[in-house]
């Protein structure tokens, strides 16, 4: 079979669409790392936009200072952890994860730099203990939680062996990876699961219908891995679903 894939603004979804009317062999398939980074862009608003700006100022001061970057540098040497920090993607949304991390991941380096008058530009995050400090760690740790599902599914579909079954797979696991991170209904960031959901489903509503009818769900009942699954021998087609 062959397959046309794009993103999903509208000039190219209504060319995907003419394509297949013309030629009806041809699969209609928008692009799922497009999704994804759709709903890591939506997660990633509302009541956590604060520690996106945050970050983004604290990654933007040590990229533009050499005098910063220097310090904190021969700060990280002198823990077992020395990676440094990660930049944010503009367009890959879920990369946010990555950058969130590793500025959590530094902050102690960052608060001893402070701590010696290197980096006063941004002292208000890196008083050690300080109600802004953990304040700013705990929005770290949730959109840190939020989004690494999104991205850890991002990284599965970056291979080049990726069939329609993974797509499938992963959207799921997504889900999967959300009902680990609310699994605790005393976490505090069980507040944010009703959004989250919802834009989850949003996003794969739009996604699982901007393409051919049934064809992930088809790929992933008929895929060998499921299909010769000793756990699902027997299973009929609609239990597995």
Sequence with gaps: ?????????????????FICDAFPWILNCPDPCHQLNLLAKEVMLGSKKYPKVAVSAITTYFSHSNYGKKHLRDKLKEQSDRRGLVSFGATRFSTFANQASSVSRCLTAMGRCFAEGLTKPLQQYFVNNSPAQLAFRLQLYTINMLLTPIARGLK???????TCSDVFNVWIGIAIG????????????????????????????????????????LSYLLDP?????????????????
């Design 178 to 217: 959300f009902q680990e991170v609310f699994a605790d209904p005393d976490n505090d960031i069980n507040k944010y699961h009703q959004e989250t959901f919802d834009c989850y489903n949003r996003r794969f509503a739009i996604f699982m219908n901007d393409c051919t009818s049934g064809m992930f769900i």
């Design 1 to 17: 079979f062959s397959m046309v894939v794009s993103d999903t603004t509208a000039n190219v979804k209504k060319c995907r669409a």
């Design 225 to 241: 891995g499921m299909c010769c699954s000793s756990q699902l021998y027997g299973v009929s087609i609609y239990e597995r679903l």
């Design 156 to 162: 599965t579909l970056e291979s080049s062996q990726v």
